[in-house]
């Protein structure tokens, strides 16, 4: 199994830069797929970005493509998600998730998952 460990969330305003990490342990980080979702108040979780194990693929939701970028450091055992051009409807708590299967939306496909990180964004 994997234990997964988020930071880097935070208040930024509107238009501003945040990046978020997820340690994650394990010696086999690369062959997990990585995926990023995050979950606003009274929301049902969404998915965000993901990530291929060696990082040669990508897929983002269509509501931050162009602004987001999902990327990952396996000899650092670390997956990262920038964030650009912030809006206040990217507010959530943001969790990273790992699975053993194809770069995939689907959370059923994600058996492990980080604590998540608040990002809150302000107009």
């Known amino acids: 199994q994997v234990q997964l460990l988020e930071s880097g969330g935070g208040l930024v305003q509107t238009g501003d830069s945040l990046r978020l990490s997820c340690v994650a342990s394990?010696?086999?980080?690369?062959?997990?797929?990585v995926g990023w979702f995050r979950q606003a108040p009274g929301k049902e979780r969404e998915f965000v970005a993901a990530?291929?194990?060696?990082?040669?693929?990508?897929y983002y939701a269509d509501s931050v493509k162009g602004r987001f970028t999902i990327s990952r450091d396996n000899a650092k055992n670390t997956g990262y998600l920038q964030m650009n051009s912030l809006k206040p409807e990217d507010t959530a708590v943001y969790f990273c998730?790992?699975?053993?299967?194809?770069?995939?939306?689907?959370?059923?496909?994600?058996?492990?998952w980080g604590q998540g990180t608040q990002v809150t964004v302000s107009s």
């Open positions: 394990g010696r086999t980080f690369s062959s997990y797929a």
């Open positions: 998730a790992a699975g053993h299967y194809i770069t995939t939306s689907a959370e059923y496909a994600y058996p492990y």
């Open positions: 990530i291929s194990g060696s990082g040669g693929s990508t």
